[in-house]
């Protein structure tokens, strides 16, 4: 493991930890909602968040109608999105990986 990737890891071990990273969660990002609208309504379709964190973008995708797979290396980050997303009434695939 370099020493930037273990510097990295641990900045984010410590920020979901805390609770202080500073990210809204639960809201609708806007360049999700650009990009949804850029795409179009229609048939279902599929998303894959990688990096997904605790999961604002997946939520946001699956509020749409999206598939969404999310990955994400924390599985402490990912704990967090699956709460979230159940609190949110989606669903999502959330997988513990390395992009």
Do not use: N
Not at 6 to 16: I, L, P, V
Not at 25 to 42: D, F, K
Not at 78 to 87: E, F, P, S, T, Y
């Amino acid at each position: 493991m370099s020493t930037l990737y273990a510097k990295q890891k641990t900045y984010f071990r410590k920020a979901y930890e805390s609770g202080k990273h500073g990210w809204p969660v639960e809201g609708p990002t806007p360049h999700v909602a650009r990009l949804v609208e850029r795409l179009g309504a229609g048939r279902r379709k599929s998303a894959l968040d990688l990096g997904c964190g605790e999961g604002r973008h997946t939520i946001h995708l699956a509020r749409r109608g999206y598939a969404v797979t999310a990955l994400d290396l924390e599985p402490l980050a990912l704990r967090k999105a699956r709460a979230i997303a159940a609190r949110a009434g989606v669903t999502a695939r959330f997988v513990a990986g390395d992009a």
